[in-house]
């Protein structure tokens, strides 16, 4: 790999970037004060917590110094909660829906760069929201519509660029860049937190309405700076070259060949670059000769296994629980009983630490192991995490030792799933599909994340309302069935070029079960 191949990468993944600063900003955002009375999830009658998150009115606190505003939830907080998050999630069901069309239309690169400019749009509407849960929602939508977009294209532009040898090394970049917006949107906005939640100038100011606004600026700052990430991708994105197997299909074979030799950086006569001009010549000229590709085509008798198996790999990334850990991780924590400061800023960005680290051995382990490897291995993983979670989390009542052990079981369940289930699944559904209909199988396995992802953001807050942490023990038996499902449908497509995937998978030729 040479450093035009790994910048061209690195660039690409930053849509990953978008998407985990989304995610991340939620989690503090929902515990904002400000935002909370609002949007009407809570209200406060000027009531106080110490320290340590009890009333100090109580008689038997001896802690009287006061720290936080009381909140108290109404009877609509999970509903507007679940609503708010989940509609950048439907976005994003929208968005991949569009994908295949645009990226096909314009190309991946330059649907990309429309999509970050999107994503700017919908944070600064998310910023500048009416006291109406709704405008808000529309705003993540419309940052959904960019994400969804690009979380089928990100992938798939970079496997159509990457050298075969570490195509999935780079694909899983994409994965790297989520987690490490989640990192950023996490840092940056437990910061405001703790200069605008712990010991507020209001604290002591008389309320007269449960329900009067508070000082938004927290919130909408945090919400605003989305922008910031999305111009400057597409700035980035604009000096980037197009897909050369997207540039032959268009029969622009001339321009392909060009970026093929910058891309590795020798001339258009080298060896290596006929050769895979050739390979992808070959195999646009299959596909002009089916004539154009529909959807119904994912159906067909040769494509439909590998749009069962990606439907079935991104249905399961999900139900293995991660986004009701990364959306609404504080309020898990604070169930466990950690204090508010333990809860909102130590613990979540230990966890987003964590699950940025864990990223790189699942980039090593995908082309050492293999992707179904990683599945395997992964599902086991986070299912045993899930129980112990779970297990540790009913006995915190006896003591600290207990609180830190679940917390521990949610850190290992995170460094589970990024260094296996994080990655693979983008990787393999940017790799199985035939180039003919490669951006609609991608759309499918992206349309299936986002669907499964909206169900959980959505029923997640209710979910653990009612279950608290037996919640863990559904996610756990997904993990079973995701293991299941890698065992038995999932086929192995390490070191190969994509033009032998497709003939691996249309059974012709020998691959790796």
């Known amino acids: 790999m040479n ?3 790994f910048l061209v990468a690195v660039t ?5 970037l978008l998407f985990g600063y989304e995610v991340g900003v939620m989690n503090v955002v929902l515990v904002m004060d400000a935002f909370r009375i609002f949007f009407d999830l809570c209200t406060w009658d000027g009531s106080k917590l110490n320290a340590d998150g009890i009333n100090i009115e109580d008689k038997s606190v001896k802690d009287k110094v006061p720290f936080y505003r009381n909140l108290k939830p109404t009877d609509s907080k999970s509903f507007i909660e679940g609503f708010i998050t989940s509609s950048f999630v439907l976005g994003a069901l929208c968005g991949a829906l569009l994908a295949s069309y645009l990226g096909e239309k314009y190309g991946r690169q330059k649907t990309i760069m429309i999509g970050a400019c999107i994503f700017a749009i919908g944070g ?20 959904g519509l960019s994400v969804g977009c690009n979380s089928v294209l990100c992938p798939t532009y970079i496997s159509e660029v990457a050298p075969a040898k570490i195509r999935g090394t780079l694909a899983s970049c994409y994965q790297l860049m989520i987690t490490l917006g989640i990192v950023i949107a996490a840092i940056i906005n437990a910061i405001v937190w703790y200069f605008t939640n712990i010991k507020p100038d209001d604290l002591n100011t008389p309320r007269t ?17 989305q922008a910031i990430p999305g111009i ?12 050369p197997r997207w540039l032959c299909s268009k029969g622009r074979d001339e321009e392909a060949v060009q970026i093929l030799a910058k891309l590795n950086a020798t001339s258009v006569d080298d060896e290596l670059v006929q050769s895979e001009l050739k390979a992808i010549q070959e195999d646009v000229a299959a596909t002009v000769a089916a004539g154009s590709s529909s959807v119904a085509e994912l159906f067909s008798s040769v494509i439909r296994r590998r749009t069962f198996v990606v439907f079935f790999i991104q249905l399961f990334q999900q139900w293995t629980g991660v986004n009701v850990i990364m959306y609404y991780q504080s309020q898990i924590y ?17 966890n987003n630490l964590v699950n940025f680290i864990s990223t790189f051995p699942g980039m ?21 995490f899930h129980i112990l979670t779970w297990a540790f989390s009913t006995q915190t009542s006896k003591g600290e030792f207990w609180k830190y052990l679940s917390v521990i079981s949610v850190f290992l369940y995170v460094f589970a799933f990024a260094s296996t289930w994080g990655p693979t699944p983008w990787v393999y559904q940017s790799e199985i599909f035939p180039l003919r209909v490669r951006v609609k199988g991608s759309a499918v396995g992206t349309m299936s994340n986002f669907f499964n992802n909206w169900i959980i953001a959505f029923v997640g807050p ?21 293991f299941l499902f890698a065992s038995f449908f999932c086929v192995e497509s390490k070191g190969l070029n994509l033009e032998e995937v497709d003939a691996m998978m249309s059974g012709k030729a020998a691959g790796k079960a």
């Open 3 to 5: 450093s035009f191949q």
């Open 12 to 16: 690409a993944s930053c849509g990953g």
């Open 124 to 143: 600064i509407l998310q910023g500048s929201s009416i006291r109406n849960y709704i405008m808000i929602a529309v705003g993540r939508l419309i940052t």
């Open 209 to 225: 309405k449960i329900d009067a606004e508070i000082s938004n600026f927290e919130w909408r700052f945090a919400l605003c700076l």
């Open 232 to 243: 400057a991708l597409a700035i980035l994105m604009s000096f980037l070259p197009k897909s």
């Open 334 to 350: 604070n169930e466990m009983g950690f204090t508010k400061f333990l809860s909102t800023i130590v613990l979540p960005v230990v």
């Open 364 to 384: 090593w382990g995908i082309e050492k192991f293999g992707r179904k490897t990683l599945l395997i291995v992964g599902a086991i993983m986070m299912m045993i």
């Open 462 to 482: 209710a979910l653990m309302k009612m279950w608290g942490t037996r919640s863990f023990l559904l996610f756990a038996t997904c993990c079973l069935l995701a």
